[in-house]
Structures are given as structure tokens and as C-alpha cells.
């Protein structure tokens, strides 16, 4: 709580401050050297610089919200209605910022002509009058070079050039990072029918209060001079750098394990194509020579596309697996030598929790919640709110966006894991795609979703190393910054190892719903629910326990407080008593389930590598299909 103990008062801008700092006048003070602006450093290189008080980030946060406001209403005036034509021609455009510079160089053409022009007349009339005083001007310093100076609305125009992503872009963008349906059945098949659709729909409403609380942090400490960029930006800005390091380090964790989770389910899905002639362990082992040479780019500027088209590849697997399951018989090798499942019976499927003899991972209370954190982890995607905020043009619009992503994603895991339930029963695999029949089907659903799954390993890998090498590395261990030669020879070093490591813990466990369930609970679900509660608590704490007179003042670059420590964080507590009460049992009840997840996860995979459970081994040759 260092954040909390160093400072916790805000003071508000008024109308006056508000109007004194417009890029107009700020321009006109940073010309003039009024209290120093150019002469400290802002932007993405001031993001983590200490000795900025929480008063300073909230201070220029307000500012950059009410000139958002400004901002937002000029361009829907010049804008117009919306319209076919306007939709086309804004899909193609450079984006807002581009068309407000060339709307601004045009104003300042049309000026410059009519000075000019005025110009041109007071010669004419100076020229008829010999008497006419001569004007003085005072010229610059010698050293002055106007060209080179950079005035701080120049500066913030061009800090704000390359956030141009609209709600909708964002509801896109939130569907595409969490939508993940292939484990809703098996969900079912865990929970049953009324508790499936239940809990989906509750933690839906949860993961949206997230992104909620998430939304209200970044309005309340992002601004262009202080920007935020990361999930662990906030706590760094609301307890400290340490727990901004800790976070970091748990979200480099989280990648790390997606990417041994992806290698284990295409090493599955490559076993099956190859009807299993290919040992299960050189299946995982040819997924990660192919990440290992992929993820040697540093960037992923020139894959987008592959990202587009794994939507395209997503929406024809779903179709796939949603006819075939209605209409063809299911392929049983994928279930019995995968889970605990070893009969073939007839199809049965319950409104509430199955008994055990029909559960694939566990039994008892252990099995329903091994479903959660499959439903945990279709829902985990918060981590990376933070970062589609920095890139929206008018960031006060994206309830809209989250409202309608989780909306929809929430629909879509009710629908495919209901129907699918209902065709396939106790046998809803969490490879859903190995369960389908016939074999030409199967096989066009599994390269698909092989194809998609090395496209995701190189996405999660080169973000979660990239998290890795600057935050941990790079921040912590001071390795060489990646754009340097030095920096790339040690990016290109550690990748492969990166990739063996993920590897080596797929072989060692080699079952997909253990590590889906380990992942979900212990790093999913605080991520998604525990963590997002606990930041909006301490930035919501913080801010209320301001008294009068307290705040950040522009001119000298100093903060005032008139108190410190405990009584703080009490007196801001209590302000919103109500609210700060339901995001500490909300931060209590996600600590709860993800305990609780975590115990089912382990207990889970006990059960599956115990007698009578998956017939694959750690580094074995049997595949689990």
C-alpha cells in the first residue's frame, strides 16, 4: 500500500485551470516559459517515472477527459449524420487525426492568405503616407530556432495521433481476444443445463463490472502527459512500483502457460490428423519448432491479417462442430482415452450437476468446478482492457463496447454449449473438435483449428515474451532495450528457450483440462475478477480521501497534503462506504473461487492420471485421442 501511505488527495480543476490549460493558451504559456512545461518529460517515457504524485495524475487526467469532451463534440458536428456513404468513406480514411491536421493546416492557409492580403493594403497606404511611424519588432534570441521548438499542443497532438479506434472497433477487438466457445460444452457436461447457463450469465455480469472498474481507473489516471499503456500501469500509479512488478511478472506467468496450453492442444489436434502414426510427444515437439522459427519476428506488424482470418477460420470450425454433432455420430477414442469416461452408452444429459459416473475430470464438487474454470478462462481477457483504452479516440465511449462484446460472447457460449450438450451429452469433450464424425469433417475442422492454434501461439508468444523481456528483463534485470542490436541477439536467445520451457511443461502434463483448469483458476480468474476489484478499490480510496486545500498545483509542480498514513485510507473508505464495501467482498470472492478453482484443477488431474483415466502419459507416445 505504498501508493496509499505517499499520497492520496485530489484536487479538482476548476473552470479556471480547465480554460487556462486549452491547447490554445497552453501554447501560448509554453512559448511565453510560463512555469516550465517543455522543460519536463511526458508521454510513454513518463508513464513509470517516479516522484509523479497520484494528485499530478489525476490533476492532468480531468484536463485530458473534459478536452476528450471538446474533442468528441467538434468531430460528430463536422462529422454530420451518420449514413452508407459516411460509413464507406470513414472505413477507408486515415482516421480522425489525420483529417483534423489537414482541416488545421487549411484554417491556417486561409489566415495566412488573408494576413497577407491585409498586408499587401497597409503598404499601399503606408506607401501614399511618407509619415507613417516605422515599426519595431524584437527580434529573437541568436539562438532561437522556432522551427525546433515544440509547444505543448503540438506535443499532445501528437501523443494523441495514434489513439483512433472507435467503440465499435473496440467491441470487435474484445469479442476477438476472449471469445473462446470450443470448452462450453464440456462446461455443461460438468455443471448441467440450469447451472451451465446460470453461471455463464453471472459471470458474464461479473467479467463486465470489470471491465467497468477497469474503465474508471484509466478515465481517472490517463492522460497524454501521464499515459497508460499496461495492466500493471494503474498499481503502479496506486500502490507502487513493486506491485506493478508483481503483476507483470504474474501476467508474463499467465502467458507463458496459454502458450504450453496451445502447444498441448494442437500437439492433440495434429495426432488426430495424422491418425495417430506420429508419436504424441513429436507432435508437440514439431508445434514448437514451428513457434520457436515464427516467434524470431519481434513485431507483429505484418500478421494482422493472420488474426483476421483466425476469426474467419473460428466461424467456419463453429459451423462445422455445430452440423456435425446434429447430424453424425460421435468418435468415442477421442473421450475414453482422454478422460475418466471408459463406456459407451447412450447419450443422457441433466438439468443439474451429472452424477459422477458421468463427469470426465473429477468427481463430486471437484468436477462441477473444474467446469468454472473452463468458463473462467473463456472469460479471461481483462488483462488487455488497459491497453485497447490507450488506443480509443474518445475512451468514455467503451461501456458501449464492453456491454456489447460480453453481451454477445455471453450468447454464443450459451447457445454452442447448450446445443452441443445436447447432441453429445456426457461425451462433450473439452477438445470438442476430436469428438465429431465423420473422419473428411473431422479432419477439415482439425486443420482449421490446428492452423488458428499455431497463429494464436505465435500472437500469445510474442506478446508474452515482449511482457516478459520489458518488464522483467529489460526493467528489472536492466538486460539491453529490445531495438538495439545487442537487445535483438538476446531476444532471438531467449525465444527458443521461452518455447522449450512451454514444452517441456505440456509433455510433463499432458492434459489439456488440467492445465486449462490450473491456468483458469489461480491466474484467469483473479485477473478477470480479483484483480480488476482490488485496483479500482485503491484508486477509488485514494482519491476520496482528499481534503480542501489539498491537490496539485501546475505552476510550482507541487502537491499538498495535509495528512498521511491509516486515517487516509479510512476517510477515504468511507466516502463511498457502499461501493468500496462490494469491491472488497467482490476482491474476497475471487480470491475465494480462485482458491477453490485452483484445489479442483490439481484434484482434477490427480483423478485423470490416476487408474482408469487419460491413456497418455507424461512424455508417452499415446495420444489422448
Known sequence: MAGLASG??????????????????????????????????????????????????????????????????????????????????????????HENKVALEKEEAEKSSRALQATEESDQIVGKDEKAPTAIVAAPPPDFDSSLRVTDAEWRTAARALRTASWGTICFLVTTDILGWSSCPFVFASVGFGPGVALYVVFGIFAGISGWAIWKTFMGLDSSRYPMMSFGDPFFRIYGPKTRHFINIMQSIQQFLSVAVLILGNGTVLAEVASNKICFIVCMLICMIIGMVSGLMRSLQHVGWLANLCVWMNIISFIIIMVASSNYPIYYPAVTKSTLIKTIEPVKTFAGPPPDAYQMQAYGFAAQFNGVDSMVYAYSGA?????????????????????????????????????????????????????????????????????????????????????????????????????????????????????????????????????????????????????????FLGYNVTRNASLPGEGFDPKTEVTTRHDAGYKR?????????????????????????????????????????????????????????
Not at 586 to 604: D, N, P, Q, T
Open 569 to 625: 485510507w479510512v476517510r477515504g473508505f468511507k466516502k463511498q462506504w457502499w461501493l468500496n464495501t462490494i469491491m472488497a467482498l467482490y476482491f474476497m470472492a475471487g480470491l475465494a473461487c480462485s482458491g477453490m478453482g485452483s484445489w479442483a484443477a490439481i484434484e482434477g488431474a490427480i483423478a485423470v492420471f490416476g487408474p482408469g483415466g487419460t491413456v497418455a502419459t507424461s512424455w508417452g507416445c499415446a495420444a489422448p485421442v
Open 383 to 535: 488483462i488487455i482492457f488497459v491497453a485497447f483504452l490507450a488506443e480509443m479516440r474518445h475512451p468514455w465511449d467503451f461501456w458501449k463496447g464492453i456491454f456489447l462484446a460480453q453481451t454477445f460472447i455471453c450468447f454464443v457460449y450459451i447457445l454452442f454449449g447448450a446445443f452441443v450438450y445436447s447432441q453429445y451429452g456426457q461425451y462433450s469433450a473439452s477438445t470438442i473438435g476430436t469428438v465429431i464424425q465423420p473422419f473428411a469433417l473431422q479432419t477439415v475442422g482439425n486443420v482449421i483449428g490446428l492452423i488458428t492454434g499455431l497463429i494464436a501461439c505465435l500472437l500469445y508468444f510474442n506478446i508474452g515474451m515482449k511482457t516478459v523481456y520489458l518488464e522483467v528483463f529489460q526493467e528489472i534485470l536492466h538486460f539491453p532495450p529490445i531495438t538495439t542490436k545487442k537487445g535483438q541477439l538476446v531476444w532471438c536467445g531467449l525465444g527458443p528457450c521461452y518455447w522449450i520451457i512451454a514444452f517441456v511443461l505440456a509433455a510433463s502434463v499432458p492434459n489439456l483440462n488440467a492445465i486449462v483448469g490450473l491456468v483458469g483458476g489461480l491466474f484467469s480468474l483473479n485477473f478477470t475478477y480479483s484483480i480488476p476489484a482490488i485496483m
Open 8 to 97: 492520496l488527495a485530489v484536487t479538482y480543476p476548476t473552470e479556471a485551470v480547465i480554460e487556462a490549460t486549452t491547447p490554445e493558451v497552453v501554447r501560448k504559456k509554453s512559448l511565453d516559459g510560463d512555469y516550465g512545461i517543455q522543460e519536463r518529460v511526458y508521454g510513454i517515457a513518463a508513464r513509470t517515472k517516479p516522484g509523479v504524485t497520484f494528485e499530478e495524475y489525476t490533476f492532468w487526467a480531468e484536463i485530458e477527459r473534459e478536452m476528450e469532451r471538446e474533442e468528441n463534440r467538434k468531430y460528430q458536428a463536422a462529422r454530420g449524420p451518420t449514413t452508407f456513404t459516411s460509413l464507406l468513406k470513414n472505413r477507408f480514411s486515415h482516421g480522425v487525426h
